[in-house]
């Protein structure tokens, strides 16, 4: 089993501070994985719980990238459109975050 972490978007202009927007990011080293692999998935949600998005990475990624992925979703629509997803899990890895 992994870990998770909450991601705190990076230099949020006034008009950007107040977004609907919630990050984490769930982890699991090789050691955990049957591909000996680094994972992170990175997870954001609005406030609402009706909009979830993912993006899987296969590799060790610090947490500065994972603050820049939040600031890029919460000003570039396009780049957040890219990772929304109606995937049913994802609501379920929310549960109680």
């Known amino acids: 089993m992994g870990?998770?972490?909450?991601?705190?978007?990076?230099r949020l202009g006034k008009k950007d501070r107040n977004h609907p927007w919630?990050?984490?990011?769930?982890?699991?080293?090789?050691?955990?994985?049957?591909?000996?692999?680094?994972?992170t998935a990175f997870l954001f949600?609005?406030?609402?719980?009706?909009?979830?998005g993912m993006k899987e990475i296969f590799d060790l990624v610090h947490e500065q990238i994972l603050r820049e992925l939040a600031t890029r979703v919460v000003k570039d629509g396009e780049f957040r459109k890219a990772m929304i997803s109606n995937n049913p899990d994802l609501s379920k890895m929310w549960k109680g975050r």
């Open 3 to 10: 870990w998770w972490s909450e991601i705190k978007p990076l």
């Open 22 to 39: 919630i990050f984490i990011a769930y982890h699991e080293s090789p050691s955990q994985r049957e591909d000996n692999q680094w994972y």
């Open 45 to 52: 949600r609005n406030k609402e719980r009706n909009i979830f």
